[in-house]
């Protein structure tokens, strides 16, 4: 790739005047553009990247793509340039097709998912299951690209640049089936718009995410543009229809073309879960697929496992796998990083467990689906991040006190805010809670607490090894501290 030169005809592109230029690059950030590059300068939340066009010109770029706010702003800059100015109504969506034109390549078979939970399952599991197949496989997503090829991610849906590059680069690895999880703000930033879709899936939809979206209805249309834009009318879209919008996401599959298939406990589901039993290691599960049930063991916990993995084999039925064949890798499933992690065990027996949960209805979702594990109490920990949606930490409190038996309120990831302010927050939906500001102490307490048949679920950070305060990055991670707690508790310390 860094040896490659395409037109602006070859990438999509037209210039004002019909100027032309010869691109050896691209660049959404001004520092890392080179000699030849073209620099995207895309409107943004606090600043218009138009700002910047003025130090990509100085770097050497010969084009400027963005629209007519940044056209205007770098307006003297580019008058006395000879960098050739590509105008467009939506530069964001234009560059994810300039990306896509750029890299060229990306596995032959890609699906996405997206919700505000269980995205991260999904993909991870649908990565799984085509592996078990003997198919060369991997998901990009929270936890970076998973598989048979690796790479790690700053976001969950990349910029185009980054998105395409690390597509192109599982593909020349000999990698031909991707699943990646299709956030809300890379629908919005239109970042998928490059990406060939078979299939997409569609999970749940709660409250998240109102800093970024104005409102429930704004955030509930950037999830459905995966299916109303970016899956295209030959796709197959993959809902659960348990989740009240996966009634409206189907419809606007259907309105499209597109194939549907329903995944859910609704007697009309296509893939549906007929019921669920579960014990202290997982569950069992009886689905029904055209016309024929079957009952698997899952070694899973959580009864909302049961729908992830179920949307995760639709994705991969949808993709051209024979039913049978997907139903029987389930059984071969693993935990996935974070998400109902078992970390660590006590001696007497009682369980720790950590997950990402960092919503209102996740934390609900994530205690309501331990407690059927659990013969003892549930010990929750919870927190809730800075600078993020404010509204909906006293919310998680309420989750956590409803659905678990003792609680600590403690620090996630405070960022610049006063962490006591987000924590008083949390508390004032936790009458009764437990208020420990230091995480690893919160940890400490709560496995010190549990008795045998207890359980204990640390909420919030799930995979993630860094706690954020202020500007900087402590090295933190959750099933690491439980470990330790754990161990010192049990007197295994050395």
């Known amino acids: 790739m860094r040896d490659q030169v395409k037109s602006l005809a070859d990438l999509g592109l037209t210039a004002q005047a019909g100027r032309e230029a010869r691109v050896t690059g691209l660049a959404v950030d001004s520092r890392e553009v080179r000699d030849g590059f073209l620099f995207a300068a895309l409107p943004g939340t606090r600043v218009h990247g138009g700002e910047y066009i003025q130090y990509a ?44 034109l750029w890299f060229g390549a990306q596995p032959d078979t890609v699906v996405a998912v997206t919700g505000t939970n269980g995205k991260t399952s999904v993909a991870t599991f649908v990565r799984h299951i085509w592996q078990e197949l003997g198919l060369r496989a991997v998901n990009l997503g929270t936890t970076g690209v998973e598989g048979d090829w690796q790479a790690p991610l700053k976001h969950t849906t990349p910029e185009p640049i980054t998105l395409h590059r690390m597509l192109a680069g599982a593909a020349e690895a000999g990698v031909d089936h991707a699943a990646m999880e299709a956030s809300s703000h890379g629908l919005e930033q239109r970042r998928l718009d490059g990406v060939t879709l078979k299939a997409a899936g569609f999970t749940n939809f709660t409250q998240d995410h109102l800093d970024y979206h104005a409102s429930f209805d704004d955030y509930f249309a950037a999830k459905a543009g995966l299916f109303a834009r970016v899956l295209g009318e030959d796709g197959t879209a993959v809902v659960n229809i348990n989740d009240a919008r996966g009634v409206d996401i189907a419809a606007i599959a259907q309105a499209r073309g ?9 007697e009309g589901a296509d893939l549906c879960l007929m019921a669920q039993r579960f014990d202290a290691t997982g569950q069992e599960i009886r689905i029904r697929w055209q016309g024929r049930v079957r009952q698997l063991r ?13 949307l995760a084999a639709g994705l991969v039925i949808a993709c051209g796998a024979e039913a049978d064949q997907v139903f029987d890798m389930l059984p071969l499933l693993g935990t996935v990083r974070g998400r109902m992690q078992l970390a660590a065990t006590r001696d007497n027996g009682a369980a720790v467990f950590v997950d990402y949960a960092h919503t209102p209805d996740a934390v609900k979702t994530a205690l309501s689906a331990l407690r059927p594990h659990v013969m003892g109490r549930l010990v929750a920990i919870v927190g809730a991040g800075g ?4 509204g909906k930490r006293p919310l998680m409190g309420q989750a956590a006190t409803e659905h678990a038996d003792l609680v600590i309120v403690t620090d996630d ?14 508390m004032a939906g936790a009458p009764g809670a437990t208020e420990v500001g230091d995480r690893a102490e919160a940890i400490l307490r709560g496995v010190d607490a549990l008795e045998p048949g207890d359980a204990l679920m640390i909420c919030g950070k799930g995979h993630e090894t860094g706690q954020i305060v202020g500007e900087t990055v402590f090295p933190f991670d959750d099933a690491e501290q439980a470990s330790v707690a754990v161990a010192a508790l049990d007197g295994k310390l050395a």
Not at 415 to 426: L, Q, S
């Open 57 to 100: 010109l100085r770097m050497g770029a010969a084009a400027i793509l963005t629209d007519a706010e940044g056209a205007e702003i770098a307006r003297a800059e580019l008058a006395v340039s000879d960098a050739a100015l590509v105008i467009a109504a939506d530069p964001r969506q234009a560059l994810a097709y300039t990306a896509a």
């Open 258 to 266: 597109q194939t549907l298939i329903t995944v859910g406990g609704a």
């Open 298 to 310: 899952l070694n899973l916990i959580g009864g909302f496992q049961g729908e992830n993995v179920l």
């Open 387 to 390: 600078d993020r949606d404010a």
């Open 413 to 426: 990831n405070p960022r610049t805010e006063d962490p006591a302010a987000i924590r008083a927050a949390v």
